[in-house]
């Protein structure tokens, strides 16, 4: 019996279970055709694995999908392309010395025969087409370009491109805006309204509120595997569906009582930094930040912060200048040294060198304390040690995983890796925390945890040093705030004494 004609997707009482955690419990939507459809959840929410299911990559355990009104068996991807269904994943999956166009057919290239006998592919027809879809959609791309020769943001239109030359119609994002900047993201969004327009079914994955709100028709949330409400977005803010979302009342403006500054901890003066290329990206800057002290650096991406931030953990060699901790001249001590002393660091790039990911979570939490009690005695590691303090970091931090602290890391969603590199590094008790980006591609409620506990760190005294592209997360944290541009700090004042706005005028490099 065909379901619901209206409907182009309908999932009935999908159900999906990987070891020790259900991704999907018996979830039922359906999507109209011609409309935008988000799914909005938390990191490990279950939508990823909810849609790879309508991609063909994952069968669900219980549950049935009719597409067209029409039960189907998604066994492959390919099964997918069969009805039109394509998706863009959270990571792409191109070949970086292929061209766009060779990416773009791959496994259906247009073949011709020379002579009428040799068959050769026909990249011409292909590279033709190519360029008639990519004015069509107003997705601008050169199809002979290799694609490790183009940005992220071109990619991403390869991977569309990529679809729409599969005869795609109903095509799904995972988190397309993880990866872009604002105005690639403002082309992204105007890119789906066009494919709405042109009749195309979207379905959006994000946890980000805004652009649900900018671009989408309706939205289903999921928490935790279970879908708890679909919505009109017309009809709905953005606070409501937040709160749906994190599954309690969350707040966009942090708690935070009157400073109570101490001693200076660190001091950095006439730092300079030089690139690879010897070109100075950190010039003669200075600062100071003592006990009970969030020091934000405020700034647009590459002027210098990372540098800074760096420089002070060790990672990077400065040029100039002298950086000193509880006053002892540090400037040349070695990375393992400066931890010892008092230094933990959160890196933006928290897979490359914040977590190892063939390590379970229990080893992770301990990387930098492993071979001191309680977790190595005599030299024998302490299983029982590990595993408790773990039980203990996930707690504080709601940090989830499927298999308890035995997980493996890889396995967890990026979101959870993050909290699990905050929860290590703040309890190593150090009097100097550097958090670069810590809340970059986090959803609301693990924004407001690990900034509550920044400000938590900061109310025990230590210091702070807050590297974030974020004005929001800046103005919410710091008690002072000094403001970078091309490699200088244009300004450095105490936090209520700036505006938003004024922040906003020194990062664009506007000096008074
Ligand atoms: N292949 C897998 N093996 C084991 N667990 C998985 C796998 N894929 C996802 N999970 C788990 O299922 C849950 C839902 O994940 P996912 O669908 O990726 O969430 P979201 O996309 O909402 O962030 C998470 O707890 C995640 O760790
Ligand atoms: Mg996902």
Same mark, same amino acid.
């Given at each position: 019996?065909?379901?619901d004609a209206?409907?182009?997707v309908e999932?009935?009482?999908?159900? =999906?279970?990987?070891?020790?955690?259900?991704? *999907?419990?018996?979830?039922?939507?359906? %999507?109209?055709?011609g409309e935008?459809?988000?799914?909005?959840g938390?990191?490990g929410?279950g939508?990823s694995?909810?849609?790879?299911?309508?991609f063909g990559m994952y069968?669900p355990?219980?549950?049935?999908?009719?597409?067209?009104g029409?039960k189907v068996s998604l066994?492959?991807?390919?099964?997918a392309?069969?009805?039109?269904?394509?998706?863009?994943?959270q990571?792409?999956?191109?070949i970086? *010395?292929?061209?766009?166009?060779?990416?773009?057919?791959?496994?259906?290239e247009?073949v011709?025969?020379?002579l009428?006998?040799?068959?050769?592919?026909d990249? =011409?027809s292909?590279?033709?087409?190519?360029m008639?879809?990519?004015r069509?959609?107003g997705?601008?791309?050169?199809?002979?370009k290799?694609?490790?020769?183009v *940005?992220?943001?071109?990619?991403?239109?390869?991977? %569309?491109?990529k679809?729409l030359?599969r005869?795609?119609?109903?095509?799904?994002?995972d988190?397309p805006?993880?990866?872009?900047?604002?105005?690639?993201?403002?082309?992204l969004?105007?890119?789906m309204?066009e494919l709405r327009k042109?009749?195309?079914?979207?379905?959006?994955i994000?946890? =980000?509120l805004?652009? %649900?709100?900018?671009i989408?028709?309706r939205c289903?949330?999921?928490?935790?595997?279970k879908?708890?409400?679909?919505?009109?977005i017309?009809e709905?803010?953005t606070?409501?569906?937040?709160?749906?979302m994190?599954g309690r009342?969350?707040?966009?403006?942090?708690?935070k009582?009157p400073p109570?500054?101490?001693?200076v901890?660190?001091?950095v003066?006439?730092?300079?930094?030089?690139n690879?290329?010897?070109?100075?990206?950190v010039k003669n800057v200075?600062?100071?930040?003592?006990k009970?002290?969030?020091?934000?650096?405020a700034?647009?991406?590459?002027n210098?912060?990372?540098?800074?931030?760096?420089?002070v953990?060790?990672?990077?060699k400065?040029?100039k200048?002298?950086?000193?901790?509880?006053g002892?001249?540090?400037t040349?001590?070695k990375?393992r040294?400066?931890?010892?002393e008092?230094i933990?660091?959160?890196?933006?790039d928290?897979?490359?060198?914040g977590?190892?990911l063939?390590?379970t979570l229990?080893?992770n939490?301990?990387v930098?304390? &492993?071979y001191l009690p309680?977790?190595?005695k005599?030299?024998?590691?302490?299983?029982?040690?590990?595993? =408790? &303090?773990?039980?203990?970091?996930s707690r504080?931090?709601?940090?989830?995983s499927?298999q308890?602290?035995r997980t493996?890391?890889r396995?967890m969603?990026g979101?959870?890796?993050q909290?699990?590199i905050?929860?290590?590094?703040i309890?190593?008790?150090a009097?100097?925390?550097?958090?670069v980006?810590?809340t970059?591609?986090?959803?609301i409620?693990?924004?407001e *945890?690990?900034?509550?506990?920044i400000i938590?760190?900061r109310?025990?005294?230590?210091?702070?040093?807050?590297?974030?592209?974020?004005?929001?997360?800046?103005m919410?944290l710091?008690d002072t705030?000094?403001?970078?541009y091309n490699?200088?700090?244009l300004?450095?004042?105490?936090?209520?004494?700036?505006?938003?706005?004024?922040?906003?005028k020194?990062?664009?490099?506007?000096k008074s």
């Open positions: 019996m065909p379901a209206e409907y182009i999932m009935k009482h999908i159900t =999906k279970r990987f070891p020790g955690i259900t991704a *999907n419990d018996d979830i039922s939507i359906s %999507i109209k055709k935008i459809f988000a799914f909005l938390e990191n929410a939508k694995t909810l849609m790879s299911m309508l069968e355990d219980e549950g049935e999908i009719f597409v067209r029409e066994s492959s991807s390919n099964a392309a069969a009805l039109n269904i394509g998706m863009v994943h990571h792409f999956k191109l970086p *010395n292929y061209t766009i166009a060779e990416n773009i057919v791959l496994g259906i247009p011709k025969k020379a009428g006998i040799f068959p050769y592919i990249i =011409k292909a590279e033709k087409k190519i008639d879809l990519s069509f959609y997705l601008e791309v050169n199809p002979k290799k694609i490790e020769e *940005n992220v943001s071109t990619q991403q239109r390869v991977e %569309i491109l679809m030359y005869e795609a119609e109903i095509l799904i994002f988190e805006t993880a990866v872009l900047t604002p105005q690639e993201i403002e082309f969004l105007d890119t309204r042109k009749g195309k079914t979207i379905i959006l994000t946890h =980000k805004e652009e %649900i709100k900018q989408a028709d289903a949330i999921l928490r935790r595997g879908l708890v409400e679909v919505l009109a017309a709905s803010s606070r409501e569906m937040a709160n749906l994190v009342e969350v707040s966009f403006i942090r708690e009582s109570k500054f101490g001693d901890v660190l001091e003066e006439g730092l300079s930094v030089k690879e290329n010897q070109f100075e990206v200075s600062f100071s930040i003592r009970g002290e969030i020091f934000a650096i700034g647009v991406s590459g210098g912060q990372v540098e800074i931030a760096d420089a953990a060790g990672l990077a400065p040029s200048g002298s950086i000193r901790l509880a002892r001249d540090i040349a001590e990375i040294r400066r931890i010892e008092g933990a660091y959160i890196p933006e928290r897979q490359k060198y977590v190892i063939d390590f229990q080893e939490l301990a930098k304390q &492993y309680p977790f190595s005599k030299g024998v590691l302490q299983e029982e040690g590990f595993k =408790k &303090y773990a039980e203990d970091l504080r931090f709601d940090i989830r499927g308890g602290t493996l890391t396995s969603s979101g959870n890796q909290k699990a905050v929860a290590r590094e309890s190593l008790d009097q100097l925390l550097i958090f980006q810590p970059r591609g986090l959803d409620g693990a924004i *945890n690990i900034q509550n506990q938590a760190e109310d025990m005294g230590r210091a702070v040093l807050l590297i974030s592209l974020e004005l929001d997360e800046v919410n710091a705030i000094g403001v970078i490699g200088e700090l300004r450095i004042s105490a936090a209520p004494e700036l505006t938003p706005n004024e922040v906003g020194y990062m664009m490099g506007v």
